[in-house]
């Protein structure tokens, strides 16, 4: 059973709109989440990231809020660009826990 | 030049051949992963290491077993392929304290066994 979910496997959105993605964790002890943009042919690069004493992360035009009663995160991408287009991982990690869990990612396609 | 390389690209090989990937990073990093992607079911953890000394068994090592030869290297290999281990294969190194790591990926080697 996946411990990290992101029940959307893909996603359309208007060029210059908000992109919003998703994400649900299973076991409340991860305490460290992370999501990845990942383009055809390359491996994922990191994105943003959100330690669970904080509810929001934000830098330039990603945001990513944490829903710890939830068990929930989403990111957010405002405005969305063309260049967005790419398949987005979420990824979380126990407090001093040795490894990461990623959920299975959801193809984001943001249209002109 | 890229931080975390990956040979090869591209593999074909056929069932019960012994393979390597390899992994070469040039980030100066301790610890080092390798993970399998599937359709659907996003990364997968096989092994991991914290150094030259520490290998660890991931989420789905069977029918794998890694080599780290030095810091900067970190080799996979499959003693005896299995057309379920189609997949695509990256290899990452890590930096950071608790709550702080990010990880860092190669390009990844599309592996089909025939």
């Known amino acids: 059973d996946q411990q990290v979910k992101q029940n959307s496997p893909s996603l359309s959105v208007q060029e210059g709109r908000i992109s919003i993605l998703n994400c649900d964790y299973t076991?409340?002890?991860?305490?460290?989440f992370l999501w990845y943009k990942k383009y055809p042919a390359e491996g994922p690069t990191f994105l943003i990231s959100?330690?669970?004493?904080?509810d929001k992360n934000e830098d330039g035009r990603f945001t990513v809020f944490l829903n710890k009663s939830a068990k929930h995160l989403s990111l957010h991408i405002v405005p969305s660009q063309p260049g967005d287009s790419a398949v987005y991982f979420c990824?979380?990690?126990?407090?001093?826990?040795?490894?990461?869990?990623f959920g299975p990612g959801t193809r984001l396609s943001v249209l002109p | 030049d890229a931080d975390v390389t990956q040979t090869p690209r591209n593999r074909i090989t056929k069932t019960g051949k012994r393979i390597m990937l390899e992994c070469s990073q040039t980030?100066?990093?301790?610890?080092m992963y390798w993970y399998r992607q599937d359709p659907g079911l996003g990364l997968r953890l096989i092994y991991y290491?914290?150094?030259?000394?520490?290998?660890n068994k991931g989420e789905i090592s069977d029918g794998y077993s890694v080599s780290r030869q030095a810091q900067a290297k970190f080799s996979l290999s499959l003693e005896s392929a299995i057309p379920n281990q189609t997949a695509l294969y990256f290899c990452?190194?890590?930096?950071?304290?608790?709550?702080?790591?990010?990880?860092?990926f190669g390009p990844g080697t599309r592996l089909l066994v025939l």
């Open positions: 076991n409340s002890m991860f305490d460290y």
């Open positions: 959100i330690s669970s004493i904080k």
């Open positions: 990452a190194t890590a930096t950071g304290g608790a709550n702080q790591e990010t990880q860092y």
């Open positions: 980030k100066g990093h301790d610890r």
């Open positions: 290491s914290f150094d030259v000394k520490d290998i």
């Open positions: 990824a979380a990690k126990l407090l001093y826990g040795q490894n990461f869990v």
